[in-house]
């Protein structure tokens, strides 16, 4: 049985849903700056508050960050910009100097990116070769979880780009996975390289192919909706 009620937690107004929910959570959208949370049914709407003002301290200094970014969509690399990569949001800070040694600095307490770049026009091409650094790094690290659950073994895995999908697998068990992956969350991109691994054993759409993704991650559908989405919501736990 599902509940719906709406807590008022310093002077946020925070709809809430109890439902068969495993832990309490938030999920932040920063772009409208609005909150909806969960709860299980195993907790009390006391406790589900007294949650909620855990994590207002926190959510209040990210939303001052935030409060002046601008959202592009589709994003343009310009400075200023708000980046979503891999689950986190970034503001873009791009200083060119021509004297200078090009570097990266991902710089996660006050959520930025500072790029110091010699070239402008090398911007983009820049930040995406890290990009897509960043997200082959998560890949290596998941696949060989997901490959002992499953019991199957990929031969090799590449970033590039690929015509309405965002994965792929040939019969030889190689993977392939599109870029725009990096400007998803760690939880949508492990249930695209699931979905792949999963055709090593079935090689189809069917049943047993559903059920395999449903062993691994019951709640598979919930992160699969979310690639869809440019600036997926936050989540707090």
């Not at 390289?193 to 919930?222: A, R, T, Y």
Request: proline content about 3%; overall charge neutral.
């Amino acid at each position: 049985m599902k509940k719906e009620t709406v807590l008022n937690v310093e002077g946020f107004v925070i709809p809430i849903r109890q439902g068969f929910y495993k832990q309490p959570v938030l999920y932040l959208n920063v772009e409208t700056r609005n909150l909806h949370g969960e709860y299980p049914l195993t907790s009390t709407e006391e406790d589900m508050e007294a949650f909620c003002r855990s994590q207002i301290q926190s959510i209040s200094r990210y939303l001052e960050y935030t409060k002046l970014w601008t959202f592009n969509n589709p994003f343009k690399f310009e400075n200023g910009e708000v980046e979503y990569i891999l689950g986190n949001y970034y503001q873009l800070n791009i200083n060119v100097d021509s004297t200078s040694r090009q570097k990266i600095e991902m710089d996660e307490e006050n959520k930025k990116i500072n790029l110091t770049i010699r070239c402008k026009e090398n911007v983009s091409k820049y930040l995406d070769k890290y990009f897509r650094h960043l997200l082959k790094n998560y890949i290596q690290e998941i696949i060989p979880e997901l490959e002992d659950v499953l019991d199957v073994k990929s031969s090799g895995f590449k970033i590039g780009k690929l015509k309405d999908a965002y994965g792929c697998c040939n019969k030889e068990g190689f993977l392939k996975f599109d870029p725009i992956l990096y400007r998803k969350s760690k939880d949508a991109v492990k249930t695209v390289v699931l979905h792949e691994l999963c055709h090593i054993k079935e090689f189809n759409h069917k049943g047993e192919f559903f059920e395999l993704m449903e062993k691994v991650i019951p709640n598979w559908k919930k992160w699969d909706s979310k690639l869809r989405l440019a600036f997926p919501e936050i989540v707090i736990k």
